[in-house]
Nanobody, 122 residues
Framework: QMQLIESGGGLVQAGDSLILSCAASGRIFGPHAMGWFRQAPGKEREFVGA????????RYADSVKGRFTISRDNSKNTVYLQMSSLRPEDSAVYYCAAGGILTSTQRLYDYWGRGTRVSVSS
């Protein structure tokens, strides 16, 4: 089993930046692709972005492209989500997930964290 713990969420104003972290323990972190997803109140969980195991490829949802950046440090078993130019519609619980391949498909991720809440005020 792999345990994932997200941190870094909080209340910010529109236009601010925030960095989320996801620390992994248990199974070996390096071979896994890592994804970030989010779920706003009353909405389904949606894909935000993902990074492959070697950090050579990333993918982002159109809604965050150019504003969010995913990176990882395999030596620290941690993946990051740098968020800038935040908007009220970015408010959600953000989850990280680990899987075998870089994908936006949630069911292909094997391990999930419990999430960290981001609230963006206008």
């Amino acid at each position: 089993q792999m345990q994932l713990i997200e941190s870094g969420g909080g209340l910010v104003q529109a236009g601010d930046s925030l960095i989320l972290s996801c620390a992994a323990s248990g199974r070996i972190f390096g071979p896994h692709a890592m994804g970030w997803f989010r779920q706003a109140p009353g909405k389904e969980r949606e894909f935000v972005g993902a990074i492959n195991r070697g950090s050579t490829n990333t993918r982002y949802a159109d809604s965050v492209k150019g504003r969010f950046t995913i990176s990882r440090d395999n030596s620290k078993n941690t993946v990051y989500l740098q968020m800038s130019s935040l908007r009220p519609e970015d408010s959600a619980v953000y989850y990280c997930a680990a899987g075998g391949i870089l994908t936006s498909t949630q069911r292909l991720y094997d391990y999930w964290g419990r999430g960290t809440r981001v609230s963006v005020s206008s």
